[in-house]
């Protein structure tokens, strides 16, 4: 008959195996004694043998490795510590830890050992900083949004011969079709959308005579990448009014896709405005553009600064359009 002893000994293992928690043992001059099974799979650890022993600190980076020393420091001293830090698995891909570190008392009252308990956090990691960058791209989108409210009034009184209430009704309609691109900002995040439909909403309130055409086939876009589309367009139809095509009288845009084959390729191009000259500094805009606009359509986006105006060049695979 099993005795307690070795049922409480199989229930601790089966635990341990079953936790994705990565328990440790570390001795008191910091080198690694004991690993959990669960522990050693999140770790992508192979074989235990070949790094027992090691130094506990050498698996933090940056700030984290200060933070592993602190926290050994805390434990010899009776005390627990807990930080959060980047650590490789033994496999060498990068994640990001939340750890506590407490000291393992022993029959004198005194540490014999220390135990850190750390759980992968990446993907919260990820999430908090991709918040930061949405926050900083809000703030960069309101800044941008009131310079285009500024375009438009500019663009809508410049020559104008009519009378006052002409022209007032003329920027309310303009102010409202720009309400209804920000609302497509707002439902790309949640729903797909219809290519033509966000090239139509959002670039509405510049769509005055014939300086914008487009044209291009249907194409479903998942939120992920209308929301990126949609900024983009933002972005540029705002640097087209403040000083591009749209900017004087005569420019004009041609906005065009298409779809065949396996590849989607999209294209911005710009004419009659001021002349274009390239800048000294990639600026937010176009950086956006260019990494975020590609990197969402799972292609490569540039914008080309030629001389008779700017064009956007977007090759993405078809499939990538629809990924969510």
Known sequence: MPTQLNKDARFLSAVLSASDDCIKVIGLDGTLEFMSEGGQRVMEVQDFEKIRGCPWIQFWQGDGHADAEAALAAARAGRSYRFQGPAD?????????????????????????????????????????????????LNHRIKNLLAMVSGIVNQSMRGSNEPLDMVKRRVSDRLQALAAAQDVLMMASRHGADLRQLVEVVLSPHRSGERLA?????????????????????????NAVKYGALSQDGGHVDVSWSNQGGAFHFRWQESGGPPVTAPQRRGFGSQMIEKVLGSYLGGTAKIDFAPDGIILSLDAPTAALSES
């Open 89 to 137: 698995t033994a496999a060498g891909n990068p994640r990001y830890w939340d750890v506590q570190v407490s000291p393992i008392v022993g029959p004198d009252g005194k540490p014999e050992a220390i135990l850190s308990v750390s759980r992968d956090i990446t993907q919260m990691h990820a999430g908090e900083e991709r918040y930061r960058l949405l926050a900083g791209e």
């Open 214 to 238: 487009v044209d291009g086939p249907s194409v479903t876009l998942s939120s992920k990448c209308a929301l990126a589309m949609a900024l983009a367009l933002h972005e540029l139809g705002t």
